[in-house]
């Protein structure tokens, strides 16, 4: 057959490369213990499909490190050390699942930050994982307790601004405030507890959507 000299090779070619490329392997890096770094521990961004499992182990720290998950990590067990200016962001697209009862903290150095803006849940462990003393900011974020409680106990500062939701799911777990925070704009909650601490609203004022048990401490601003 012959092939007029106008026809298309290079689209035709490319077409068939996409057509038979393997799909992508996905990597499932784990990290045991010491200081996250990248891309020696996992890397960042972490993409989908890879994914990023928080095993058994000795210390671990995210030490003035940088870190965005865009696809899944799975924090098993151990408590997890924030410090020296660390930034650790779930993305929109990324899940951060919680399988046991631990703590992220502050070690030392300039507070380090967690940012949620895509889904933190509480999957395993029917006692509590508390975030304390860490840099907390939620952008639209989604905390989801599926059991016991997610409990948010951050002097170092907890922001939840509008599009935030605090959520049980399908299970019967527990969103607790037990430290000062700030809500901005439109929040949305099936199972937030507001026990102790200040939570006040940001300049615009907070609106609850949902229901929201208050059981302590201070509220201030404008609520509605």
């Known amino acids: 057959m012959r092939i007029p000299q106008n026809f298309p090779l290079k689209p035709l070619a490319l077409a068939l490369l ?27 961004p972490l993409t989908v499909p890879d994914t990023l499992s928080i095993n058994s182990g000795v210390a671990k720290r995210f030490n003035g490190t940088t870190f965005e998950n865009q696809s899944l990590v799975v924090w098993n067990t151990d408590d997890l050390g924030f410090g020296n200016g660390a930034q650790v962001k779930n993305a929109v697209s990324g899940v951060w699942d919680v399988k ?16 949620n803006n895509g889904v933190l849940r509480k999957s395993g462990g029917t006692g509590e994982t508390r975030i304390d003393t ?28 509008t599009g935030t939701v605090f959520t049980k799911g399908a299970g019967t777990g527990l ?18 507890e507001i026990a102790a601490g ?20 201070d509220l201030s601003g404008t609520w509605t």
């Open 134 to 161: 860490i840099i907390v900011t939620s952008n639209g974020g989604t905390f989801e307790a599926l059991t016991g409680n997610l409990r948010f106990n951050s002097a170092g500062g907890q922001t939840f601004n």
């Open 18 to 44: 996409a057509i038979t490329a393997p799909a992508a392997q996905a990597i499932d890096f784990s990290w045991t213990s010491g200081d996250f770094t990248v891309p020696g521990t996992a890397p960042s």
């Open 100 to 115: 046991s009862n631990h703590v992220m903290n502050y070690f030392g150095g300039s507070n380090g930050t967690f940012t």
């Open 175 to 192: 969103n607790k405030i037990t430290n000062n925070a700030t809500f901005n704009g439109t929040i949305t909650s099936n199972n937030l």
């Open 198 to 217: 200040t939570s006040s609203s940001g300049g615009g004022g907070a609106s609850l959507a949902g229901t929201l048990d208050y059981t302590g401490g």
